[in-house]
């Protein structure tokens, strides 16, 4: 997830003597004039307000936070990693316009978001997607199975790997394939999700990885497994397989599947029927339904993400991918125990937040409840493991050069007015 360098440790306990730093305002009503001042922990050790959840830390605090850890331990954390890969349709049907796409294709659309939202994701995530079918596709009425690189261009996928910082060459080999997609050919959507699934994204889990799917279609598949079928639009294939092999990746592999609806996935191009439903139950089985009363019906909603009856499918796509992202990005920081002979004081850790990667920039992620009532800032939870709060979390995962640190041996910071 977020940029780190390995496992860190907190080694630390509030020793007698160990002086803690506070913030002091000393505006009128709080006019937000800090000043550091060092101060008795024992003294402060009952000083829990905290009014400010980010609060810019210059060099002189943030050197003066350093040398005023108890241990002397700080380290940069590394937050529960996370898994994606995506699987898109890039199908003759995704070149088309609708009246949400305004004037764009689809495909371009989604093109553009999916890079948008791959350049703001953490250095620490790994990435990987498969286009399908990425190459023109020829009628097989051959019931008998071939092999899936006849309607997939399975060479172009793009292995799952650490993204890395900007520039890098995860980051160039996405841009590369996005760019160099041209929609053709049917739909073959059952070998595309079992192809990027077995060969992609498994071969990359780890035991302590969130892994995740999310399959990206404007309609039903049009080429059954094994690459069998016409890969018209007017002569669709049965869709159970694929939500079948959806389930499979989360009973056997505990793999969440993400399911996008783009335009055009609302009707049958054969019977012109409403057939969201089978996007609705995949998103079901791959346990990722956007609400817990929503139904395959559509009432109140579906349980995927429909784009369908969008009016504007560039902001609601994009809004879609930062759905996602959002649930598959953790801001939780596992705190180790600490070492042989020590005691780590819960009171005793202070978290910082570096700027798009600045360090002289850096933002004090300020202690407060789980219950994060003042909206930004971080909280020991039942697990007593440091997560963020909702909008600290969003502000972090937004950063693609983002660095957390751990300083650990003294009294929080405070902020007093």
């Not at 796409?101 to 989604?110: M, P, R, V």
């Not at 057939?275 to 817990?292: E, F, K, M, N």
């Not at 369908?308 to 991918?321: C, K, M, P, R, T």
Request: charged content about 10%; some cysteine; proline content about 6%.
């Amino acid at each position: 997830m977020l940029r780190g360098l390995g496992a860190f440790g907190l080694f630390a306990t509030l020793a007698p003597a160990c002086v803690s730093t506070r913030l002091v305002d000393e505006g009128v009503g709080g006019g937000g004039n800090f000043y550091a001042g060092d101060r008795d922990a024992g003294a402060d050790a009952s000083v829990t307000t905290v009014v400010r959840g980010l609060t810019p830390v210059t060099t002189e605090l943030r050197n003066q936070l350093e040398a005023s850890a108890c241990a002397g331990s700080s380290s940069e954390a590394e937050a529960q990693p996370s898994i994606l890969t995506f699987v898109v349709d890039v199908s003759s049907s995704m070149g088309d316009k609708t009246l949400s796409t305004g004037g764009y294709t689809k495909w371009e659309i989604t093109r553009d978001s999916l890079q948008s939202a791959v350049n703001k994701l953490p250095q620490a995530t790994s990435l990987g997607l498969l286009f399908f079918p990425n190459l023109g596709t020829v009628p097989n009425q051959n019931t008998t199975p071939i092999d899936v690189s006849n309607c997939v261009n399975t060479p172009a996928m793009i292995a799952v790997a650490p993204l890395g910082a900007t520039g890098s060459s995860q980051r160039q080999a996405v841009t590369a394939g996005l760019q160099s997609v041209i929609p053709q050919g049917g739909t073959p959507t059952l070998d595309a999700y079992t192809y990027a699934l077995d060969s992609g994204l498994l071969p990359a889990i780890t035991p302590v990885a969130s892994s995740f799917m999310v399959l990206i279609t404007d309609g039903e598949p049009t080429i059954a497994g094994g690459c069998e079928g016409s890969g018209d639009n007017g002569s669709p294939v049965d869709f159970h397989p694929i939500i079948q092999a959806i389930s499979d990746a989360w009973t056997n592999f505990k793999i969440r599947t993400f399911v996008i609806g783009s335009p055009g996935s609302e009707k049958s191009a054969a019977t012109g029927a409403d057939v969201r439903s089978w996007l609705s139950a995949a998103a079901t089985a791959g346990q990722t339904p956007t609400s817990i009363n929503c139904s395959d019906t559509g009432m109140p909603n579906f349980c995927h993400l429909d784009m369908s009856q969008v009016s504007d499918f560039s902001a609601s796509f994009q809004q879609a991918l930062q759905s996602i992202t959002g649930q598959v990005l953790s801001c939780q920081y596992s705190v180790p125990a600490a070492s042989a002979g020590n005691q780590l004081d819960p009171t005793a850790i202070n978290v910082l937040y570096a700027v798009n990667g600045d360090r002289n920039q850096e933002l004090l992620i300020g202690q407060t409840d789980a219950s994060c009532s003042g909206g930004n800032g971080w909280y020991l939870d039942a697990s007593n493991s440091i997560t963020l709060c909702p909008s600290t979390c969003k502000t972090v995962q937004q950063d693609p050069a983002a660095t957390v640190r751990i300083l650990a041996g003294c009294q929080s910071i405070t902020l007093i007015n």
